[in-house]
T-cell receptor
Framework: GAGVSQSPSNKVTEKGKDVELRCDPISGHTALYWYRQSLGQGLEFLIYFQGNSAPDKSGLPSDRFSAERTGGSVSTLTIQRTQQEDSAVYLC?????????????FGPGTRLTVT | DAKTTQPNSMESNEEEPVHLPCNHSTISGTDYIHWYRQLPSQGPEYVIHGLTSNVNNRMASLAIAEDRKSSTLILHRATLRDAAVYYCILSLLGETSGSRLTFGEGTQLTVNP
């Protein structure tokens, strides 16, 4: 079946511009996560959505970062006034919260380059 | 989040077993031990998880020490496709609670033909 998809796969933007990154989770998965991975580093948690509960935003690095999840499905991560240190691969993951299913399924990521 | 310690890198030969260690001396009683791996230019991929007992699945085995302060991921016969960064992660992951995964630096596994 279809996995987690993300778009675009690559995004190059100029410093100061806003960007939107999209995540389509696996159908029926109620939990959705955003992480980012800087070059040669491990993954850094950003935000987590679970059903209709308030999202866990504790990993967002600044108020320039925001995310929403519409209709419990698609999620958009928005970075305003991008900075060069925002350059990273942004990864989305989803998970089915029941039935002993523990694994998170990751998308291929969006590589963001801020010039 | 409790911290895990892994070797930065390991090497193996193709078709030989690989034992990837992980230390987690500050693990709490409710922490699950998860292993993910990340192949080059891909998102991480779930490998296995466990709580107290050893676990086996089609990809690997997970051996958990009796005191739970360490664990070992076992790949029974390494293939070239197993070359990846392997992450050992502790998570308060329940069946109905989401819980983030906190990734460390992981172990870069090289598989030699």
């Amino acid at each position: 079946g279809a996995g987690v998809s993300q778009s675009p796969s690559n995004k190059v933007t100029e410093k100061g511009k806003d960007v939107e990154l999209r995540c389509d989770p696996i159908s029926g998965h109620t939990a959705l996560y955003w992480y980012r991975q800087s070059l040669g580093q491990g993954l850094e948690f950003l935000i987590y959505f679970q059903g209709n509960s308030a999202p866990d935003k504790s990993g967002l690095p600044s108020d320039r970062f925001s995310a929403e999840r519409t209709g419990g499905s698609v999620s958009t991560l928005t970075i305003q006034r991008t900075q060069q240190e925002d350059s990273a691969v942004y990864l989305c993951a989803s998970r089915f919260l029941a039935g002993g299913a523990y694994e998170q399924y990751f998308g291929p990521g969006t590589r963001l380059t801020v010039t | 989040d409790a911290k895990t310690t892994q070797p930065n890198s390991m090497e193996s030969n193709e078709e030989e077993p690989v034992h990837l260690p992980c230390n987690h001396s500050t693990i709490s009683g409710t922490d699950y031990i998860h292993w993910y791996r990340q192949l080059p230019s891909q998102g991480p991929e779930y490998v296995i998880h466990g709580l107290t007992s050893n676990v086996n699945n089609r990809m690997a085995s997970l051996a958990i020490a009796e005191d739970r302060k360490s664990s070992t991921l076992i790949l029974h016969r390494a293939t070239l496709r197993d070359a990846a960064v392997y992450y050992c992660i502790l998570s308060l992951l329940g069946e109905t609670s989401g819980s983030r995964l906190t990734f460390g630096e992981g172990t870069q596994l090289t598989v030699n033909p």
